[in-house]
């Protein structure tokens, strides 16, 4: 008997828009994904090794793995491992457009300074399965507004997710640590959130907190498990993504504001980051397109 399949997808187009998948192994993210929607995987049972952008990570059942689209993950393990994941195209549910009611961006997406996983501890776990079982009811059985509910579902389990994420990272986890490094860690992030519009290079924010730049990098790679240089351009990446996303403004303009002259050298940029051309993206994510077409 085949499993069911827990999937929507958009009319419009026939793409995903939104679906669930039981996993009982490692084979559908034995390889770099690189999926044009979010991708959310509970790990139930098992250990995998978990490489994401520049980064590695070991991760334990019943923690919570969350992606952007586009962003390159894969789990490597010797032994079976079982979950679920739940997938959803922006143009299902945009965490941007609903950040005021989730503000799940900058926590459990595009964070930059954090791991992109939570631990989900057992009063947390029974709380999230009944929502997926009932996602998973939904979807099978559908009914009047069964895009609204599950995206109501969906939203509960991000704003708990969310809740989880901010209550176990932040500073912290850093209390074991020279005492100065936290400091220069802060002043890091505010550095990089003033400044990388203007300033793109590494030299340029050891120059700012006045550190070399040898030891800011270490500090960086230490911390926050990337180099000085990831940090920058992940977080130049997701201001070009969130223009992309939400905008009509040409390329050549969000190149510009970014502290590019030449739109073709921040093309070349972005899809060495992104893995597309900035087109591309708008193109496969963006919904603006849909309003516009």
């Known amino acids: 008997m085949s499993s069911p399949n827990f999937t929507l997808v958009n009319p419009q187009n026939g793409n995903l828009a939104f679906k669930i998948l039981p996993f009982e192994s490692n084979s559908p993210f034995d390889h770099i994904q690189r999926n044009n929607y979010y991708s959310l995987l509970w790990l139930h049972s098992g250990t995998a090794m978990l490489k994401a952008d ?8 019943n923690q919570l793995l969350s992606f952007s689209p586009y962003q390159p993950f894969m789990l490597q393990t010797k032994k079976a491992i079982t979950g679920v994941a739940l997938f959803f195209h922006p143009d299902f549910f945009c965490i941007h457009k609903h950040q005021d009611e989730v503000a799940c961006n900058g ?3 595009n964070n930059i300074y954090e791991p992109p996983y939570i631990t989900i501890d057992v009063k947390s776990s029974e ?9 998973k009811f939904e979807i099978l059985k559908p009914e009047l507004a069964q895009t609204e509910l599950l995206v109501s579902y969906l939203k509960i389990f991000l704003i708990n997710a969310s809740r989880l ?16 490094e936290p400091f220069i860690l802060q002043s890091l992030k505010e550095a990089i959130e003033r400044n990388y519009k203007e300033k793109h290079a590494a ?19 230490t911390n926050l498990n990337k180099t000085l240089t990831s940090l920058i351009s992940e977080r130049i990446v ?14 050549k303009q969000i190149a510009y504001e970014l502290g590019y002259e030449d739109e073709y050298y921040f093309s070349r940029f ?4 992104a893995d597309v051309s900035p087109q591309v993206y708008r193109d496969t994510v963006g919904f603006n397109r849909l309003r516009t077409a």
Not at 245 to 251: F, G, R, S
Not at 270 to 273: A, E, L, R, S
Request: no cysteine; hydrophobic share 40%; charged share 25%.
């Open 54 to 61: 520049f980064s590695t990570y070991q991760i334990e059942a």
């Open 107 to 109: 926590v459990l997406f």
């Open 127 to 135: 709380g999230f399965r009944l929502i997926v079982d009932q996602m």
């Open 165 to 180: 994420k901010t209550g176990q990272h932040g500073l912290a986890k850093y209390a074991g640590n020279n005492k100065k």
């Open 203 to 221: 030299s340029e924010y050891a120059s700012l907190l006045n550190i070399t730049p040898k030891a800011l990098a270490k500090i960086a790679k």
């Open 238 to 251: 997701i201001e070009a993504k969130r223009e992309l996303y939400l905008t009509n403004k040409p390329v």
């Open 270 to 273: 972005f899809k060495t980051n």
